[in-house]
């Protein structure tokens, strides 16, 4: 069945960084477009970056623009999300999803969400 | 960037219908996406591109889109519907997503 499952979450310092993991499985990975979206502890849904099938179109929401990067290895099924400068306010559980179509433009599967901490 | 804006809450009976809005300007303009969230869950798409219906959703769910407001309605409210729904949309050159704040869905 379409599964992703997200890892690379914990306790991480103001200012240093982590990498969060996204491994897809039961699709074509290299067919769809993948997101990452966060959810503050108590707070709603924040979209955080977008990355397409094609691995050339990526964008960023504008609290981590510039901070985050956002790769996919197709070959290993994998979505990544690199987490630099990381502030007390990035604490948050970060899920994965897939957006179909050639723009991405929903989600219409996600993983169970990893937890990322950011405290000294 | 713009927001969409949801009720905070919205309360209903068993067997009543909720409806639960998304507003922006012109929203109509856009296709908007529902998502279903319960504690502890990852968010599950109920509605997309306004009405439809990913399979295993139940007819129960419906939505709509016209002038500058988006409504998801639930039929027949269970307590199982119990949960904070979310409406999305996406820029048109898919370089943007914005999540509305979400509405609590209490059924009493």
């Known amino acids: 069945q379409v599964q992703l499952m997200e890892s690379g979450g914990g306790v991480v310092q103001p200012g240093r960084s982590l990498r969060l993991s996204c491994t897809a499985s039961?699709?074509?990975?290299?067919?769809?477009?993948m997101h990452w979206v966060r959810q503050a502890p108590g707070k709603g849904l924040e979209w955080v970056a977008v990355?397409?099938?094609?691995?050339?179109?990526?964008y960023y929401g504008d609290s981590v623009q510039g901070r985050f990067t956002v790769s996919r290895d197709n070959s290993k099924s994998t979505l990544y999300l690199h987490m630099n400068s990381l502030r007390v306010e990035d604490t948050a559980v970060y899920f994965c999803?897939?957006?179909?179509?050639?723009?991405?433009?929903?989600?219409?599967?996600w993983g169970q969400g990893t937890s990322v901490t950011v405290s000294s | 960037s713009y927001v969409l804006t949801q009720p905070p809450s919205v309360s209903v009976a068993p067997g009543q219908t909720a409806s639960i809005t998304c507003e922006k300007n012109n929203i109509e303009s856009k296709s908007v996406h529902w998502y279903q969230q319960k504690p502890g869950q990852a968010p599950v798409l109920v509605v997309y591109d306004d009405s439809d219906r990913p399979s295993g959703i139940p007819e129960r769910f419906s939505g709509s889109n016209s002038g500058n407001t988006a409504t998801l309605t639930i039929s027949r409210v269970v307590a199982g519907d119990e949960a904070d729904y979310y409406c999305q949309v996406s820029d048109s050159t898919g370089d943007h997503v914005v999540f509305g704040g979400g509405t609590k869905l209490t059924v009493l």
């Open positions: 990355a397409w099938y094609n691995e050339r179109n990526i």
């Open positions: 999803a897939r957006g179909p179509g050639q723009l991405a433009r929903l989600m219409d599967v």
């Open positions: 039961g699709f074509s990975f290299r067919s769809f477009g």
